[in-house]
């Protein structure tokens, strides 16, 4: 059930990018400007760690790789 809702459809490359860039944003909230703008930080950082992106999901889009059926012959 919870793959229907959010399915896996980030490379692992992109998983990366945004859990460092959500991790790098959050850190704006206690250091630098000090600002809650940062807050907006945990958009990528939930996605990331999930491996879902919602957009992607509605778009019809993933950068994941195609995984390859095997025949059983």
Known sequence: ???KLLP???HI???VIRIV???FLLSLVFFGPQTYWGLIG???LVTGLVGSCPLYTLL???T???KTQ????
């Open 42 to 44: 945990l958009v990528p």
């Open 13 to 15: 490359a992109e998983r």
């Open 8 to 10: 896996k459809n980030e």
């Open 1 to 3: 059930m919870f793959e």
């Open 60 to 62: 019809g889009m993933s």
């Open 70 to 73: 095997t025949s059983k012959t």
């Open 21 to 23: 860039l959500g991790v």
């Open 64 to 66: 994941c790789p195609l």
